[in-house]
T-cell receptor, first 112, second 110 residues
Framework: DGGITQSPKYLFRKEGQNVTLSCEQN?????MYWYRQDPGQGLRLIYY???????QKGDIAEGYSVSREKKESFPLTVTSAQKNPTAFYLC???????????FGSGTRLTVV | AQRVTQPEKLLSVFKGAPVELKCNYS??????LFWYVQYSRQRLQLLLR??SRESIKGFTADLNKGETSFHLKKPFAQEEDSAMYYC????????????FGAGTRLAVHP
């Protein structure tokens, strides 16, 4: 069953801790993306990656980091420098210039 | 700068009424536009893509380059259409990043 898997579904973090969100896809898509979804603000792009070992900052990259060591994986680390990390995080992927983007089911991160 | 604007946060209609969810964009190049839908407790999924010019679940959307709009329309709303709708813009060519509007919540009442 092809698709994008995000884990965990819910995540709780104490202030001052880093946490890593997982995103794995078996669609053989080249490009992968991380978005943050907040009520009333839509989806905002955090980071994106076009190919392995390459990634670019999106509109709200501060306080986040990513890696792309494998084509199928694009983990996102929310660092302690992120001032307001509580949000819903969505991962997406796309095969170059074909079709729309495929989204994961999301991870809800809560800082306690 | 590229931007997508959805002016309505909430659109409330009765079943059987026509629906139009507005979307305006700003982009100097050749846009690629999408509508995504998010039903309650489900993942975001593609509804329409302007290139394909197809109708999905009775929804259509026409790209108007003169007015820089990509409004989503349906002649007769159904209760199951109640969801969050996002308009999105991708830049032409390559591994485009997708820019989203703030979203419009459509509520269809019986």
């Amino acid at each position: 069953d092809g698709g994008i898997t995000q884990s965990p579904k819910y995540l709780f973090r104490k202030e001052g801790q880093n946490v890593t969100l997982s995103c794995e896809q078996n669609l053989n898509h080249d490009a992968m993306y991380w978005y943050r979804q907040d009520p009333g603000q839509g989806l905002r792009l955090i980071y994106y990656s076009q190919i392995v070992n390459d990634f670019q900052k999106g509109d709200i990259a501060e306080g986040y980091s990513v890696s792309r060591e494998k084509k199928e994986s694009f983990p996102l680390t929310v660092t302690s420098a992120q001032k307001n990390p509580t949000a819903f995080y969505l991962c997406a992927s796309r095969l170059r210039e074909l079709g729309g983007y495929t989204f994961g089911s999301g991870t809800r991160l809560t800082v306690v | 700068a590229q931007r997508v604007t959805q002016p309505e946060k909430l659109l409330s209609v009765f079943k059987g009424a026509p629906v139009e969810l507005k979307c305006n964009y700003s982009y100097s190049g050749s846009p690629e536009l999408f509508w995504y839908v998010q039903y309650s407790r489900q993942r975001l999924q593609l509804l329409l893509r302007h290139i394909s010019r197809e109708s999905i679940k009775g929804f259509t959307a026409d790209l108007n380059k003169g007015e820089t709009s990509f409004h989503l329309k349906k002649p007769f709303a159904q209760e199951e259409d109640s969801a969050m709708y996002y308009c999105a813009l991708a830049f032409s060519g390559g591994y485009n990043k997708l820019i989203f509007g703030a979203g419009t919540r459509l509520a269809v009442h019986p």
